[in-house]
């Protein structure tokens, strides 16, 4: 589904994505690993990485057990393409050593020129039901102070404007002369995902997309979410 039909989005496709969340609940699943989560954001046409190109890669090994790659050494950076079958296999192996079975090993191109790396979750507050939460990720996420905070769904202009509420904000919109981010994409993808999350609020308990990195305007990719977590209910 294109990224463009989502404030449209189909029901069929809708319907699928809760079957498939229903069912690894009936399985006992409760967090689920990056590349199950990207497979239900790329049913939904959210932008992801993008796969066998001939930069730089990244290579993640994705398992229910093993949340927190970075910290477990379960991710390699800037690959080049010609290493990348040995470091797959030397993931795995890493991983298997490390007793995490059942998971995959997950290549990416990797995003480059960045403008900013975003934070983007949704969960389900006690009082006020779905939620969208905005702010900035990465190391930048103390520097720029607290996210932004609305109520699911949003629309494109609910979600510019929670965008502009960011301290953040500046540094995608051509501050000391960097390039102006597509605010157009970023706000229809951010209304996008709590537009999704308001369709399955019942089954998850929270969606961590984290980074979102936004990229100069211009570009057929300038939004793209580079890791992406999901915690059933």
Same mark, same amino acid.
């Given at each position: ?81 010609? =290493?990348? &079958?040995?470091?797959? #296999? !030397?993931?795995?192996?890493? $991983?298997?050593?490390? *007793?995490?079975? %059942? ?54 202009? =609910?979600? &510019?404007?929670?965008? #502009? !509420?960011?301290?953040?904000? $500046?540094?995608?919109? *051509?501050?000391? %002369? ?56």
């Amino acid at each position: 589904m294109p990224m463009n039909d989502f404030l449209n989005p189909d029901a069929d496709a809708l319907a699928a994505v809760r079957h498939t969340l229903q069912g690894w609940r009936a399985e006992g699943r409760r967090q689920i690993h990056e590349a199950d989560s990207k497979r239900v954001l790329a049913a939904m046409g959210l932008p992801l990485p993008a796969r066998g190109g001939v930069g730089l890669s990244v290579v993640k090994y994705c398992c229910d057990a093993a949340m927190h790659k970075s910290e477990q050494g379960l991710v390699h950076l800037s690959v080049p393409q010609d =290493e990348v &079958e040995v470091r797959v #296999r !030397a993931m795995q192996q890493r $991983a298997d050593d490390a *007793g995490f079975a %059942g998971g995959e090993v997950l290549v990416e191109d990797m995003v480059q020129g960045g403008l900013l790396e975003w934070f983007v979750g949704c969960r389900h507050d006690a009082t006020f039901g779905p939620v969208v939460v905005v702010g900035a990720g990465g190391i930048y996420a103390e520097l720029f102070g607290r996210a932004v905070i609305r109520l699911a769904p949003l629309d494109e202009a =609910e979600a &510019e404007a929670a965008i #502009r !509420a960011h301290k953040a904000f $500046a540094v995608i919109d *051509g501050a000391r %002369g960097k390039p102006r981010a597509d605010l157009a994409h970023f706000a229809r993808t951010v209304a996008s995902v709590s537009q999704f999350y308001a369709g399955v609020s019942d089954l998850v308990a929270e969606l961590d997309l984290n980074p979102v990195i936004v990229l100069p305007g211009g570009q057929d990719n300038s939004v793209v979410i580079a890791d992406a977590s999901i915690v059933l209910a």
